[in-house]
């Protein structure tokens, strides 16, 4: 669900290393999730999707993994570059598939 | 292509003031449309949305409004701003998240009020 009211966890990791994102939902009919980056300033960008009849979605660079028993979500960097220091949130739909909610948010640091 | 714009960029306005953001999608009709507020260093808020013209949903109770008089434009309103109205707002669209597509966002509007 939103955790709009929290500070920004932050995960640290060192370029050319793999990075993980955890996200946890708690609307058991969502069907629909996606994982959004935003840059300082910007907004958000789409970056993978995933449907709830899947557990696993692969694009460049990025996995998103979905555990529907535990409403968890999870996106995988490879080989993590200094681009990809940002705010990384996931979001659910809800709602008749009308309303996108956002989680809280991680900011992802990559040290050179 | 479709592409969403959003203005002013940045605005600074008086306590009491009044507010009007406008945000415009061009590329694509009946989006759904959303207005989301982000506090510094926070999460997305979502304020409103919008399934069709006229149609407004608003998730949280505050002294703000928004309204779509045309189908590909959607505005957020205030009467009087309040300090805690501060924050950077976005506007986004998508074609119907239950079809598995996802929402596009606007570059967003720093708004101080002060």
């Known amino acids: 669900g939103e955790s709009v009211g929290l500070h920004l966890p932050t995960l640290s990791v060192q370029e050319g290393d793999n990075s993980i994102i955890n996200c946890a939902y708690s609307?058991?009919?969502?069907?629909?999730f996606i994982w959004y980056k935003q840059e300082s300033g910007k907004g958000p960008q789409f970056i993978i999707d995933?449907?709830?009849?899947?557990d696993k979605r692969q694009g460049q660079r990025v996995t998103v993994l979905l555990n529907k028993t535990v409403k968890h979500l999870s996106l995988q960097i490879a080989a993590t570059q200094p681009g990809d220091s940002a705010v990384y949130f996931c979001?659910?739909?809800?709602?008749?598939?009308?309303?996108?909610?956002f989680g809280g948010g991680t900011r992802l640091m990559v040290k050179p | 292509s479709q592409t969403i714009h959003q203005w002013p960029a940045t605005l600074v306005q008086p306590v009491g003031s009044p507010l009007s953001l406008e945000c415009t999608v061009e590329?694509?009709?009946?989006?759904?449309l959303y207005w989301y507020r982000q506090a510094a260093g926070r999460g997305l808020q979502l304020l409103f949305y919008?399934?069709?013209?006229?149609?407004i949903s608003s998730e949280v109770p505050q002294n703000l409004s928004a309204s779509r008089p045309q189908d590909r434009q959607f505005i957020l309103s205030s009467k009087k701003l309040l300090l805690s109205d501060s924050g950077f707002y976005l506007c986004?669209?998508?074609?119907?998240?239950?079809?598995?597509?996802?929402?596009?966002f606007g570059q967003g509007t720093r708004l101080t009020v002060v």
């Open positions: 590329g694509t009709s009946n989006p759904n």
């Open positions: 979001a659910e739909t809800s709602n008749a598939g009308n309303m996108l909610t």
């Open positions: 609307n058991s009919a969502s069907d629909y």
């Open positions: 986004a669209w998508s074609q119907g998240l239950a079809r598995g597509t996802e929402a596009f």
């Open positions: 995933i449907r709830s009849n899947m």
């Open positions: 919008s399934v069709g013209i006229g149609q």
